[in-house]
């Protein structure tokens, strides 16, 4: 069903002259740490290492035993879903004040429905997009911080991962009507944002774009090395040599750090469309994109601005069937 949905919000598309220089001072702060980083002696070695376990043994890294209380990340599957409710009323949810009870049960039941729902959104869209139906990890912090915006990410070669986190709920009910009011929202809400946060990372699974980061990655690697170690003279100290060489290889890793932010700026350009797209409906795209923007939240460097994903989300058009 396509579903063009136009935002009722007041909230502007447009970034301000402080947001925008909040935004781009992020990125060019982003930028130099990286470089600077990878400039070091063999510095890339580390990311790419971890790059290629999590997409290489992707299974045995989330396949946790839900009986494991000191994991963290859980494989989502209709045996476990129970479980893991469990698990996330337990660690993640706090209510107080009136039919806490009720309200438990109503945020638990949604979260059961919600997870089958994932489930079966995730093996629709990979038949969809003709690849391997990824593993759905959900992420259960012990604490009750950590970001309270939707996070999610698409890893894997061999075995494909979408892994989602789990977002906290603090509730603190001042009346019964209150707590009823709250009981009839949860149980008519929709899963809309979840599946476009699936779907998005799934465009990037189907794109290979972790290939090609990883691909960049490995060329960094290799230039990093071949410079460190051909740059060395036994004539020179070892402060003069670190110094010159260092100064000699920052440049070409800013430019290199410099052409992968643009790259990976597009990437989740094109996975937000995608995801849209393959939905039928910027619906979900809307409320994850809308909820950032009323939370002031400006964007990260990976990322394009949250008023630009919100501006292309609106602008989206379905496609001639």
Not at 144 to 151: A, G, H, Q, R, Y
Not at 168 to 182: F, G, K, Q
Not at 209 to 226: E, M, P, Q, R, W
């Amino acid at each position: 069903m396509v579903e063009e949905v136009r935002s009722d919000s007041s909230l502007n598309t447009t970034l301000s002259q402080d947001e925008s220089y909040a935004y781009y001072q992020g990125r060019i702060v982003e930028i130099l740490k990286e470089g600077a980083f990878c400039a070091l002696p063999f510095s890339p070695l580390i990311p790419l290492f971890q790059s290629l376990v999590t997409n290489f043994w992707a299974h045995e890294i989330y396949n946790d035993t839900i009986n494991d209380v000191e994991s963290e990340d859980f494989v989502i599957t209709k045996n476990s879903i129970e479980k893991v409710a469990d698990l996330y009323m337990e660690r993640r949810v706090a209510v107080t004040g009136q039919k806490v009870e009720e309200v438990k049960g109503a945020i638990r039941k949604k979260l059961v429905e919600t997870l089958s729902e994932n489930i079966e959104c995730i093996s629709h869209l990979a038949n969809q997009m003709g690849i391997i139906t990824p593993i759905l990890s959900y992420h259960i912090p012990n604490t009750m911080e950590v970001s309270d915006t939707p996070m999610a990410e698409g890893k894997g070669f061999k075995i494909p991962v979408v892994r989602r986190t789990a977002l906290p709920i603090v509730l603190n009910i001042p009346s019964e009507e209150h707590a009823s009011e709250i009981v009839n929202s949860i149980s008519k809400g929709n899963n809309s944002l979840g599946r476009f946060v699936i779907a998005h990372e799934m465009i990037h699974l189907k794109n290979h774009h972790l290939s090609y980061k990883t691909a960049i990655l490995v060329g960094i690697c290799a230039l990093n090395c071949f410079l460190w170690i051909s740059g060395y003279r036994a004539t020179v100290t070892w402060t003069k040599f670190f110094i010159t060489t260092f100064l000699k290889i920052l440049p070409i890793q800013l430019i290199t750090k410099l052409f992968e932010n643009i790259l990976s700026q597009e990437f989740e350009k094109e996975a937000d469309i995608g995801a849209m797209d393959i939905l039928g409906s910027n619906k979900g795209a809307l409320a994850l994109t809308q909820l950032m923007v009323a939370k002031n939240q400006v964007g990260d460097a990976k990322h394009p601005p949250n008023k630009e994903r919100l501006a292309y989300a609106l602008a989206w058009k379905a496609k001639a069937s």
